[in-house]
């Protein structure tokens, strides 16, 4: 049983849709970070988010951290190919490095 | 700037026989990793040193594992004797490791593909 989980694993859309990657869990995190991974490479962060109800922009993609600090959501709005790839969400629970990553998100764009 | 290199970047051989697995981590980072990621149970962390030192090995599978950071640029994951089961992408990972501070990225390297027949 994965202590975070992700929804949907498999993701298969259009380009220029939208989507948002859900990442849960019973247990609360001091951080979490997000991760893109593209075949034959290791993950690659895309950000971290550490505060409650936090809200962060990176160009298409927005994040938000649950008030409560155990869920957080990725949504990116007109998908783009360049899009495609693995992402994972990876908590931090205490003041320390260990991250516990969630099963991953498999996106696909389809042009 | 040099990332986290690691060698092999694929490894094909026979069970039974000693696999060992290489990391050189970014220059400054105290902090390593060891991750094994297959598609059934995603990317779990083997274990974890912090300034050369062990910090937690309880995800190492069992006895034929074990990993060892002689100093801070290198660091290997040996596996022995192999088995099939253990066919996977191993990775590592390093970061800052700062005492009061869990909001530090690990930086990956492009792992390494073992397939054990």
């Known amino acids: 049983t994965q202590l975070l989980e992700q929804s949907p694993q498999f993701l298969s859309i259009q380009e220029g849709e939208n989507l948002t990657v859900y990442c849960n869990s019973s247990?609360?995190?001091?951080?979490l970070q997000w991760y893109r991974q593209e075949p034959g490479e290791g993950p690659v962060l895309l950000v971290t988010?550490?505060?409650?109800?936090e809200v962060k922009k990176l160009k298409r993609l927005t994040f938000q951290f649950g008030d409560a600090r155990k869920d957080s959501s990725l949504h990116i709005t007109a998908a783009q190919p360049g899009d495609t790839g693995l992402y994972l969400c990876?908590?931090?629970?205490?003041?320390?490095?260990?991250?516990?990553f969630g099963g991953g998100t498999r996106l696909m764009v389809k042009p | 700037d040099a990332g986290v290199i690691q060698s092999p970047r694929h490894e094909v051989t026979e069970m039974g026989q000693e696999v060992t697995l290489r990391c050189k981590p970014i220059?400054?980072?105290?902090?390593l990793f060891w991750y094994r990621q297959t598609m059934m149970r995603g990317l779990e962390l083997l274990i974890y040193?912090?300034?050369?030192?062990?910090?937690?090995d309880s995800g190492m599978p069992e006895d034929r594992f074990s990993a060892k950071m002689p100093n801070a640029s290198f660091s290997t994951l040996k596996i022995q004797p192999s088995e099939p089961r253990d066919s996977a992408v191993y990775f590592c990972?390093?970061?800052?490791?700062?005492?009061?501070?869990?909001?530090?990225?690990?930086?990956f390297g492009d792992g390494t593909r073992l397939s054990i027949l």
């Open positions: 990972a390093s970061s800052i490791g700062l005492v009061r501070s869990s909001n530090q990225p690990q930086h």
């Open positions: 247990s609360v995190f001091s951080s």
């Open positions: 988010v550490v505060t409650g109800g």
């Open positions: 990876a908590g931090a629970k205490n003041a320390g490095n260990m991250l516990t």
């Open positions: 220059s400054g980072h105290n902090s």
């Open positions: 040193f912090n300034n050369n030192v062990p910090i937690d």
